[in-house]
């Protein structure tokens, strides 16, 4: 059982992890040790996720997640397997957290009336400059 926050958990038969073979260099370990690790977490038939976790987990994960709502997390920083794995775990967590956090509702704001003075004198300004560049016509 992995605790998420005090009301959200995730079982850990809910996760599946597959070992796969690390890319990058690494020389002949890289060749012959599966110390990657791909966790696949099926977002849709978790039970211990409230729905709204889930859709704001979907925006975050964007290409992570599959069409099928399956959640794949690779990890391949560390050589040994058992660290990858944790490293997924973690990153699942953090994930899992931040979309816990529900956003603020933005307030409509106006500009006030001094600021709306002062773009004004602004764009005034920037206009006499402009003017200023234009090339001298004389009266004749």
Not at 54 to 74: C, V
């Amino acid at each position: 059982m992995i605790n998420i926050t005090p009301d959200i958990v995730i079982y850990e038969k809910e996760l599946t992890f597959e070992f796969v073979r690390s890319s990058g260099p690494g020389g002949q370990n890289v060749n012959k040790v599966s110390s990657a690790v791909q966790l696949r977490f099926d977002v849709r038939a978790s039970t211990g996720i409230p729905v709204d976790v889930k859709n704001r987990l979907k925006t975050l994960a964007g290409r992570r997640l599959t069409e099928d709502g399956i959640l794949i997390i690779k990890a391949d920083r560390f050589r040994k397997q058992e660290q990858n794995r944790q490293d997924a775990m973690g990153r699942l967590v953090r994930l899992l957290r931040t979309a816990t956090v529900k956003p603020k509702k933005r307030v409509k704001t106006r500009p006030t009336k001094a600021a709306k003075e002062r773009k004004l004198a602004a764009k005034k300004q920037r206009g006499r400059l402009k003017k200023l560049r234009q090339k001298i016509t004389t009266g004749e």
